[in-house]
């Protein structure tokens, strides 16, 4: 399948990898990328450029295909080496990036002159112009669906999309809610270029984080998810757990009164826990309304293979049969 997302990257197939905190790594990100996609490494879960740059390397040797590297910029008094990281991918030879959180104008010159693709992920039309203005390449489009933040507008995908795509000159790709064939059909029909996917991802076999986590994905149901942080602005949409009761607990007693101390043990330093140990309680974890779409846990290549099968099906036969001659 061709559209400007293929081209932009180099890719076969218009899929995206999400970045996702403690999921991103070299595996799940060259599995992606050798099935078609765009696999993405999540920098900040390395400690460090130095981690990065090393996990850079073990995907370059995973796969020859075109991956790129998630970077978000946090709004944190004490921010992370962002010279240093981008300085690890640059020297990385990886082309795409995919930048969240702040602002990325300041980066741009500095990516662009290494001959890098940006994609920005946005949860609003106004952001999305907005990275548009300052040079970014394409947008992630993420609607009040996505798993983590989903911005404060709640506007679901089936009016921010085609309204990305009224304003839009850039080629942008829709994020939360994509799971299937059916999910990059409908996203092509509203404007899109292509999909991105994160709890679909993680659902995989070869998404590098406990089995405890894929099981919780598919035995989740579209109602299975809850907002947090509202009160704070920072709005995360996060897989019901003991960990998210004793949070909302909290956000109910204190009101307005509520302070990100407060729910420092529920959101903070919790992924390893999480991903890689798999204790499911220990905290509040992402996850999109999508987990009601997965009921499996496929490898990479088989995710992909049918996705694309699926949404050839639908157009070819389906939607194409629906025309009188």
């Given at each position: 399948?061709k559209?400007?997302?293929?081209?932009?990257?180099?890719?076969?197939?218009?899929?995206?990898?999400?970045?996702?905190?403690?999921?991103?790594?070299?595996?799940?990100?060259?599995?992606?990328?050798?099935?078609?996609?765009?696999?993405?490494?999540?920098?900040?879960?390395?400690?460090?450029?130095?981690?990065?740059?090393?996990?850079?390397?073990?995907?370059?040797?995973?796969?020859?295909?075109?991956?790129?590297?998630?970077?978000?910029?946090?709004?944190?008094?004490?921010?992370?080496?962002?010279?240093?990281?981008?300085?690890?991918?640059?020297d990385?030879?990886?082309k795409?990036?995919?930048?969240?959180?702040?602002?990325?104008?300041?980066?741009m010159?500095?990516?662009?002159?290494?001959g890098?693709?940006?994609?920005?992920?946005?949860?609003?039309?106004?952001?999305?112009?907005?990275?548009?203005?300052?040079?970014?390449?394409?947008?992630?489009?993420?609607?009040?669906?996505?798993?983590?933040?989903?911005?404060?507008?709640?506007?679901?995908?089936?009016?921010?999309?085609?309204?990305?795509?009224?304003?839009?000159r850039?080629?942008?790709?829709?994020?939360?809610?994509?799971?299937?064939?059916?999910?990059?059909?409908?996203?092509?029909?509203?404007?899109?270029?292509?999909?991105?996917?994160g709890?679909?991802?993680?659902?995989?076999?070869?998404?590098?984080v406990?089995?405890?986590?894929?099981?919780?994905?598919?035995a989740?149901s579209e109602?299975?998810?809850r907002?947090?942080?509202?009160?704070?602005?920072?709005?995360?949409?996060?897989?019901?757990?003991?960990?998210?009761?004793?949070?909302?607990?909290?956000?109910?007693?204190?009101?307005?009164?509520?302070?990100?101390?407060?729910?420092?043990?529920?959101?903070?330093?919790?992924?390893?826990?999480?991903?890689?140990?798999?204790?499911?309680?220990?905290?509040?974890?992402?996850?999109?309304?999508?987990?009601?779409?997965?009921?499996?846990?496929?490898?990479?290549?088989?995710?992909?293979?049918?996705?694309?099968?699926?949404?050839?099906?639908?157009?070819a036969k389906?939607?194409?049969?629906?025309?009188?001659?």
């Open positions: 399948m559209t400007r997302i293929t081209e932009l990257f180099g890719i076969q197939h218009p899929i995206i990898q999400g970045g996702m905190h403690y999921v991103g790594f070299a595996e799940l990100a060259a599995a992606v990328s050798n099935a078609g996609g765009l696999g993405l490494i999540t920098a900040l879960t390395q400690r460090n450029p130095e981690a990065l740059a090393n996990e850079i390397r073990r995907c370059r040797a995973m796969t020859d295909k075109p991956f790129g590297v998630n970077l978000t910029f946090l709004p944190t008094v004490s921010s992370p080496d962002y010279p240093g990281y981008i300085r690890a991918i640059i990385g030879g990886v795409a990036v995919e930048t969240a959180g702040n602002n990325p104008q300041k980066w010159p500095m990516l662009h002159e290494a890098i693709k940006v994609i920005h992920k946005c949860t609003s039309v106004r952001h999305a112009l907005k990275a548009e203005a300052i040079g970014c390449d394409a947008v992630s489009v993420d609607g009040f669906e996505c798993g983590g933040h989903p911005g404060e507008d709640d506007v679901p995908n089936f009016i921010l999309l085609p309204r990305a795509a009224e304003e839009l850039i080629p942008f790709v829709a994020s939360g809610g994509m799971a299937d064939g059916r999910s990059l059909v409908a996203a092509l029909a509203l404007g899109a270029d292509g999909m991105n996917m709890t679909r991802f993680i659902a995989t076999q070869e998404a590098p406990h089995a405890r986590v894929k099981e919780a994905i598919v989740a109602l299975d998810t907002l947090v942080m509202r009160g704070l602005r920072n709005t995360e949409r996060v897989l019901h757990n003991a960990a998210t009761d004793r949070l909302l607990e909290k956000e109910r007693t204190l009101g307005s009164a509520l302070k990100f101390d407060d729910i420092i043990e529920e959101v903070a330093g919790v992924y390893p826990r999480i991903m890689q140990q798999g204790d499911m309680d220990a905290g509040v974890w992402s996850c999109g309304m999508v987990a009601g779409l997965i009921h499996d846990v496929p490898s990479v290549k088989e995710l992909i293979d049918r996705i694309m099968a699926q949404a050839h099906d639908i157009i389906r939607l194409s049969g629906m025309l009188q001659a």
